[in-house]
């Protein structure tokens, strides 16, 4: 296996594992914080009733994401997601704060967006050797 290919086999995993591991527990943290993240998203005029669609979306897309099952798929939907909430939850809050309020909620934003970056990654070059998808483009070891 040449250097690159080393890279890539064990490169591969480690994202998918870095990149899932927020969504699962941000997710599992909203399941047993049920009710406090209901009403911080009515307070920030997103429904509550759309908590668990959210929470499904984070844990299911994340442990496929994780497991690499799915993966271009679940990456394509977490992109979205973050992206959305992302916008909701950091950019459009940020217009009515000023000083580090505001940079704070813009460097949740930009976070946001990288995450992004990293899913559409994920999207256009699939999970990788050590998956369940294991992508034809990277030989497994």
């Given amino acids: 296996m040449t250097p690159l290919n ?42 509550g009733a759309l908590l668990p669609l959210v929470i499904l979306t984070e844990v299911g897309g994340g442990l496929a994401l994780l497991l690499g099952w ?3 798929l679940a990456a394509f939907l977490l992109a979205g997601f973050a992206l959305l909430s992302g916008l909701l939850f950091h950019l459009v809050p940020s217009f009515a704060l ?7 909620q813009m460097i949740g934003f930009w976070k946001n967006v990288s995450i992004a970056g990293g899913m559409l990654m994920v999207t256009a ?17």
Wanted: net charge positive; proline share 7%; glycine share 12%.
């Fill in 6 to 47: 080393q890279l890539q086999y064990y490169a591969a995993p480690l994202g998918r594992v870095l990149l899932s591991v927020m969504f699962i527990s941000s997710g599992l943290q909203k399941l047993f914080g049920y009710a406090g993240t209901q009403q911080y998203m009515e307070y920030m005029g997103v429904p």
């Fill in 98 to 104: 000023e000083g580090m309020e505001a940079q704070t």
């Fill in 125 to 141: 070059f699939g999970a990788g050797p050590l998956s369940i998808d294991r992508s034809p483009e990277i030989p497994a070891k």
């Fill in 70 to 72: 799915k993966a271009r």
